[in-house]
């Protein structure tokens, strides 16, 4: 079993809102990593956490905050989000962090501030 | 630092037709390459990795890619388009960026497969 799963599908929220979004994966990975994903582009590292504990932070805005309660959950929550927020955010997860290390998606959760 | 190069950020091909979707790479040490493929409204799905192990490889849906390292390149091809095969395609190398590891996308690449 490959899946990574993510909830909810689909989230519009205000600017002044705070939401979460989920993601679990049952593979036993170790490295769980939140991407953010604009229209024709390719996904953009957001966080990697590493056996539970942050290790890259790609100097993402504090309105999101990452939380890792164990090793099958990633959360992403969110607060005062901006219009250009929007976006397709894109959970994956990998065996180990290393480089041969292939990374496992999501479907992903839709994202609309308004 | 590695980087990837995807020619052609549109393809176009007939059902039955060969399929070739380039990446060229950029890397100081033996590169890790991935194949990823993102239908719409969807997230992205590993089609193949290069790990050294073969300069072949062969991944899911028909897909293979071949290793060359004197063309630093990783061409993704299929012998028979399907239609459910439109989708964007990613290239991506595993590689050290900003003093860590993590995995560069090229631009991608999006298929369009006619009747």
């Known amino acids: 079993d490959t899946e990574v799963t993510q909830t909810p599908k689909h989230l519009v929220m205000g600017m002044t809102n705070k939401k979460s979004l989920k993601c679990e994966q049952h593979m036993g990975h170790r490295a769980m990593y939140w991407y953010k994903q604009k229209a024709k582009k390719p996904p953009e590292l957001m966080f990697v956490?590493?056996?539970?504990?942050?290790?890259i932070n790609e100097s993402v805005p504090s309105r999101f905050s990452p939380e890792c309660p164990n090793s099958s959950l990633l959360n992403l929550h969110l607060h005062a989000l901006q219009p250009e927020d929007s976006a397709l955010y894109l959970c994956?997860?990998?065996?180990?962090?290393?480089?041969?290390?292939?990374?496992?998606f999501g479907p992903g959760t839709r994202l609309t501030v308004t | 630092a590695q980087s990837v190069t995807q020619l052609g950020s549109h393809v176009s091909v007939s059902e039955g037709a060969l399929v070739l979707l380039r990446c060229n790479y950029s890397?100081?040490?033996?590169?890790?390459l991935f194949w990823y493929v993102q239908y719409p409204n969807q997230g992205l799905q590993l089609l193949l990795k290069y790990t050294s192990a073969a300069t072949l490889v062969k991944g899911i849906n028909d897909f293979e890619a071949e290793f060359k390292k004197s063309e630093t390149s990783f061409h993704l091809t299929k012998p028979s388009a399907h239609m459910s095969d439109a989708a964007e395609y990613f290239c991506a190398v595993s590689g050290y960026s900003g003093g860590y590891n993590k995995l560069i996308f090229g631009a991608g690449t999006r298929l369009a497969v006619h009747p």
């Open positions: 956490y590493s056996y539970e504990k942050l290790s």
């Open positions: 890397s100081s040490v033996p590169p890790y």
């Open positions: 994956a997860s990998s065996q180990e962090s290393g480089e041969q290390y292939e990374q496992y």
